[in-house]
């Protein structure tokens, strides 16, 4: 159980000697050490890491591929609690039919979706400091990554996802062996009912942990290896919590602190129109998403069905200092773009179609030019939801 502070209430643990950082509150500015304790601040604040650690292409180039070859940037884990399952070094491969285009394979990783990157950075803290049990919340995808690591950490696991959630995903959860709630309501109702089981155990959230995104940064920087490093023009990723797109945004930022890049990619996030709270709190001009009114209906893009990201104002903003945007896409444009992809041999889930759906448009309406280089992040695989196939 939680308090009203965020701080959770759990039995004494015995913590591994480590060297993280401190974590600061990205709203307030408050303090803390990192601990099995702390998820966030006393204001209700999302935390960051604090420190820039250096990153070169020496220290780089001493490691194989995957999210652990940028270990300079990482928190600093000992090999004997690191959890790894061989997540990152996707491919980036050209777009058959459309100039300009690439994507990122992110539904190639080891659970299927990007949320790999973050779950092995997360759980091997949560190893490190003697996490014994962990709950955690989740569309689907997070919660099956975390499921996984845990598993591989000998970690207890408690995942909570809507009753709605595709059939492939509570069987892929329930087969690593977590204890698998299934909660009616919306993705907030989850959220809640996670934190208020969490008594005993680590809230583990994914979208607020700042560990997972040190882990979903290393995609930024893997796209700058590919492209022999250089970064796009413009990157797009679906926008549900943003762990995604605000992860790339820390990554792009520390390669321009290491003096590598001169300038950062246009970040452009794709929500669906049917949930789109940061696409309508962008076009107001607003800071949050507080107080935004917009139409809520189902849509096949379940992971990213999230009303109030938590970090929707760092989101906001590293869209607009990137000269970005967020956009939306209909349920129509979802299945079109699904289906090209499947039909470029690339079955992904309807969610990961929401970035290339809204590339295309994007490519016709001339905001992103055939002579520029655009990534698109393809975040999750088909496998475990049938696709949009009739």
Known sequence: MSD????????????VSVGLPDLRCSRCG?????????????CGGPLDLTGTPTLTVDAIAQRPAGVWRYRAILPDITEGRLV?????GTPLIDARRSRGLKYKL?????????KDRGSTVLVSVLNALGARRVVEDSSGNAGASIA???????????IYIPASTSPAKVRQIRSYGACLVLVEGTRADVSRAAESASEGAVYASHLLSPYFLAGTQTVSLEIWEQMGMRVPDAVVVPVGAGTLLFG????FQALRRAGLIDRLPR????QAKHCAPLYHAFRAGLESVDGVDYPLRASMAEGIRIQHPPRDRQILLAVRETGGAIVTVTEEEIYRGWFDLANQGLFVEPTAAVGAAAAE???REGIVAPEETTVVALTGTGLKDGGCAP
């Open 4 to 15: 009203a502070s965020g701080m959770a209430r759990q039995e004494p643990r015995t913590a």
């Open 30 to 42: 408050r303090s803390f050490a990192s601990s099995l304790d702390v998820w966030r601040c006393t």
């Open 84 to 88: 790894s399952l061989g997540e990152g």
């Open 106 to 114: 992110e539904f190639l990783s080891p659970t299927g979706s990007f």
């Open 148 to 158: 996984a690591y845990c598993s591989a950490a000998g970690i207890t696991c408690d």
């Open 248 to 251: 790339a945004y820390l990554g």
């Open 267 to 270: 970040l452009i996030g794709v």
């Open 361 to 363: 448009r994007l490519l």
